[in-house]
């Protein structure tokens, strides 16, 4: 694709509505939530149900438009579509996305106003912790609707699935580690991580452990000092971060991460990180990186720790070691993508889509047969 085709791409997929590119993208539902007296205005997505009800998390940003909310739903809530089916859970792919500043807006009656929203689904979706969003607040929404998971353990929950999360992530760098080094060890490797919130804390942890040599970047400035006095980690300005020559791009924050501009900098080797949606354009960026020789682990495959873990809470029995294990095969499952990858000459995020797809219809078709 030339730069003309390109630029004229971009400018059909920015000019498309909202429900054409629900259509286009395969979602069942999109939910519009606004209550005037607590100021709540959200979306919920609900991509497909087919496997099961629809699980994701409920992400609060201050969005500059509400458009830009209602494409990350809509991006979002497939990608928990092709996580589950992945990761061979019975559950399809939701999400939901609440507009504004948390620190102003968030209270108990938004949070149970916002419950109620979810409660009129009758179960058709679940929601989760995301960002900008902790357990404390599950428990608010847990006021108004069953359907809400990562509750405390003392209430019967799982409580914080970002420890669970970060594990899945390092699992699945071990296993890119593994493809492009020949060796899944990432002592002395040099990883940039972006982004040390729940999920990146923890996985700077697991790397300190394998004594890698870190270097992280944040918006917040006191956890990113905090995170890196800890593990002695180094402290990168976050617009110096795509120029560092290191070994493995970490991206733990918000997606779009991989784009034009970023891959003109970047000089590593691997890609697997937490955030999600992290290319920009899946077909576009996802096939550079293979011209590049990038080995890229696709987000939706080694973030799935967190859905696994509330996948074992949802039944009723939560056992963290049997989550444990269950994440663990993340690292199996990103190396089948990469074999599947290479096996039919097409970019990793490409087979990892297909796996999930084929997966969906097989057993779509067995809930159909009599």
């Known amino acids: 694709m030339n730069v003309k085709e390109k630029k004229n791409s971009e400018a059909a997929e920015k000019s498309i509505s909202i429900f054409e590119r629900a259509a286009q993208m395969g ?16 979306i919920i997505g609900i991509h497909n149900t087919v496997l099961g009800p629809a699980l994701g998390g ?34 399809g792919g939701g999400k939901a996305v609440i507009i504004g500043d948390p620190l102003q807006l968030k209270n108990e009656a938004f949070l149970r106003r916002f419950g109620k929203f979810v409660n009129s689904l ?17 428990e608010y929404i847990a006021m108004e609707t069953k359907h809400v998971t990562g509750l405390p353990m003392e209430l019967g929950g799982s409580g914080d699935p970002s420890p669970i999360t970060a594990f899945g992530v390092f699992m699945g760098m071990k296993a ?23 999920v990146g804390m923890y996985l700077v942890e697991h790397l300190a452990k394998e004594n890698a040599s870190i270097y992280v970047s944040d918006i917040n400035n006191d956890r ?38 970023s891959l003109k900098r970047l000089k590593v080797a691997v890609i697997a990180g937490a955030a999600n949606n992290q290319l920009e354009n899946e077909n576009i960026h996802g096939q550079i990186l293979v011209d590049k020789g990038i080995t890229y682990a696709p987000d939706f495959v080694i973030n799935a720790g967190g859905v696994i873990n509330i996948s ?12 444990l294990n269950w994440t663990e095969k993340i690292y199996d499952t990103t190396q089948a993508i990469f074999a ?14 297909h796996l999930a797809e084929e997966r969906i219809e097989q057993v779509g078709r067995v809930k159909l047969s009599l």
């Open 224 to 261: 990113l000092k905090q995170v890196a006095n800890k593990h002695g980690a180094t402290v990168i300005e976050a617009n110096k971060l795509y120029d560092l020559d290191v070994d493995i791009y970490a991206p733990c924050a918000m997606g779009a991460t991989i784009n034009d501009a």
């Open 312 to 323: 074992s809470e949802l039944s009723g029995s939560y056992n963290k070691e049997v989550a």
């Open 176 to 198: 890119a580690a593994k493809k492009a080094f020949g060796s899944d060890s990432l002592t002395g490797k040099k990883i940039a991580v972006e982004g040390v919130g729940q």
């Open 27 to 42: 979602h069942e539902q999109i939910i519009f939530c606004h209550d005037e007296p607590t100021g709540l205005k959200a």
């Open 122 to 138: 009758a179960g058709k979706y679940i929601t989760a912790e995301d960002m900008n969003m902790k357990t404390r607040d599950m």
């Open 340 to 353: 599947k990858a290479e096996a039919e000459n097409i970019h990793t995020q490409k087979a990892a889509m």
């Open 58 to 91: 409920t992400r609060f940003w201050n969005y500059a438009t509400e458009e830009e909310a209602a494409i990350d739903v809509l991006r979002l809530s497939r990608g928990m579509t092709y996580k589950s089916a992945v990761s061979g859970l019975n559950l």
